[in-house]
């Protein structure tokens, strides 16, 4: 049994004050068995760390340097995010891809980094809509975990969740239809299946994400392969994200 996960993404929303009351209001609604987590801008990580104590609510960060520390002006590092207390840390969102140059080669390095100082990586992937129109979406996001998990070895495979987040869908309120993304999440097990082998490609968690919101949470819970969210914009309204986990 795989337990369900779902992250709010904040991305670069919400100052100290605001997320500190958004966490109060979510941290009392926790669902028992579901595993949930804010991954919140880095300025904030400490206050709604102190905020978390005492509770089951989970704290992640949006993205991290590979490097401990060294001249990577306006870079954080994962020992610092380690010293925080963060749980987990998106790698390869698609806006990092598209506006921060980040690569296959890079998500690679931030995976191995995020691994080595016991931070959980959610590790995002998905094709664009041209892609998508070109029928090449399983040769993109197949290409982009083969170079993500280069390297790695299977015991550390426990340790990744995947978010599966088609870029058309993200933020533009037009979500994949429930077969679309669990038709890709089941691909992406079994390009796991095929690098590794079933026993890792069962247990890994595969989350959708792209407008995912309280009226579309439950068909999405309800497929085989989708054993969760990454939120974004309805992350943001604490009632919002409280009818997301309790999908
Ligand atoms: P969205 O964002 O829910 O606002 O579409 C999802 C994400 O980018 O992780």
Redesign the pocket.
């Known amino acids: 049994m795989r337990t369900p996960i779902i992250a709010g ?1 904040w ?1 670069m929303n919400k100052t100290i004050e605001e997320a500190i009351h958004i966490v109060n209001e979510i941290k009392n609604s926790l669902i028992e068995d579901v595993e949930t987590v804010v991954c919140v801008p880095f300025t904030s990580l400490k206050e709604v760390k102190k905020e978390l104590a005492g509770t089951k609510l989970k704290l992640g960060a949006q993205n991290m340097h590979w490097e401990e520390s060294g001249a990577f002006t306006g870079e954080i590092s994962p020992l610092m995010l380690k010293e925080i207390g963060v749980d987990y840390v998106i790698i390869g ?3 990092r891809r598209q506006y921060f140059n980040e690569t296959d080669e890079t998500v690679n390095k931030k995976i191995k980094a995020a691994l080595k100082h016991n931070i959980i990586p959610i590790v995002c992937v998905g094709e664009t809509l041209e892609q998508r129109e070109a029928n090449m979406e399983n040769e993109i996001v197949k290409a982009q975990i083969v170079k993500a998990f280069e390297d790695i070895e299977a015991e550390e495979m426990a340790n990744i969740v995947v ?1 599966y ?1 088609p870029i058309w ?4 309120g037009k979500t994949a239809t429930k077969e679309e993304a669990n038709d890709m999440i089941s691909f992406i097990r079994k390009t796991i299946m095929d690098k590794y082998d079933k026993e890792i490609s069962d247990k890994i968690r595969i989350q959708y ?4 919101k309280p009226s579309n949470i439950s068909e999405i819970m309800e497929q085989s392969d989708i054993d969760g969210a ?5 992350s943001l309204k604490p009632d919002e994200f409280i009818k997301l986990i309790s999908f």
């Open positions: 993404n991305k969102h698609s806006e978010a987040e869908a993200i933020g533009t994400g792209g407008s995912v990454l939120v974004g914009g309805a």
